[in-house]
């Protein structure tokens, strides 16, 4: 038996990349994936399809996860928070990379504003162009550990990951001019070791980031928050207009910064309708066992649906009496 670290998905869902697997010999004595060892975090999103409560898993085993913010595009402002909630929830630390710090003059504007945003996440600046702050990333990273690059096409991740192996590994693609994206020039999750041990994983970019069942992550992120709703006045605050409400305090003496708070509740509504259509796919998968027991006896569905065209028949013929 050996132990590789996969570099490609091999199945839809299990394993990711990242993940360590044993490869062993089967029945047959070919080689075949025997097992996937227990992962020590997991980054995972909701599926992109609106309607879905179902996770996706997009990588595993990552010890940091960089999100890279691109200085020549406006920061949007909340997808940061959201990254960052999903981030800390897998287990990983995250680390904020601004990418072509070069470019702009408003680069020290935006890495100002995005220190404010990341909540006591750490912030490195970086440019591949002239090397500025490659060394700082590295020094971030701990020893033989794995970091992984997340933000949206054309952020600079490949260019980034070049940069820091010392030569062209990662295929790079220029952006659009008319609104800086980039052009999906890399399409795979794919793993780059450097020569000490640590593991870069290139991703393709990713505009969204949908939220999963992110308490652990929320925590992180918006822990000062949910201490401060904890001291209205009524426990059941809606931090409205209630007397007393700490919230409102807050936010009308600039301690709590309005976007950030409705940004907060956002997240809250988006994981709550999330949690209320995991409990109906459930409720629908406990009826149909049910249904299945009661009903169909554990015969097969063939047999069931005889019994119930049988029965309908029945019915008719007593309402036809
Ligand atoms: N000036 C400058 N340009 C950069 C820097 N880093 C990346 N770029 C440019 O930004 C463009 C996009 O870079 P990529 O590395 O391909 O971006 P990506 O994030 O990997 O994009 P996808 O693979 O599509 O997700 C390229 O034209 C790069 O040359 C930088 O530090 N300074
Ligand atoms: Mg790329
Ligand atoms: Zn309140």
Redesign the pocket.
Known sequence: MELLHLPYPLDANVPVTGDWVWIGPNRAGDRQILEVLPRRSELSRKRAFEDSSAAQVLAANIDVIGV?L?V?RPLTHNRLERTLVAAWDSGAVPLVIV?????EDVADDVVRQVILQAAGVDVVT?????GDGIEDLLAHLPPRSTLV?L?????????????LVGHNV??????RSGDFR??????SRELVPLADGTVLM????VRGFGLFDADDGMEQMFGDVEELAGLCRFSDCAHQQEPGCAVQAALADGTLEARRWNNYLKLQREMAALARRKDAAASRAYQREWHQKVVGGGKSQRSAERARSEREEQRSKRRRR
Not at 170 to 175: L, W
Request: negative net charge; aromatic residues 0%.
């Open positions: 890279v691109p020549d990418t072509k710090a070069d470019l970086t440019s591949a162009e002239n690059l933000g949206p096409s054309g952020a600079g991740k490949s260019t980034l990951i070049n940069a990662q295929h790079t693609g220029e952006v980039g052009k999906h020039t890399t399409t290139d991703t393709p970019g």
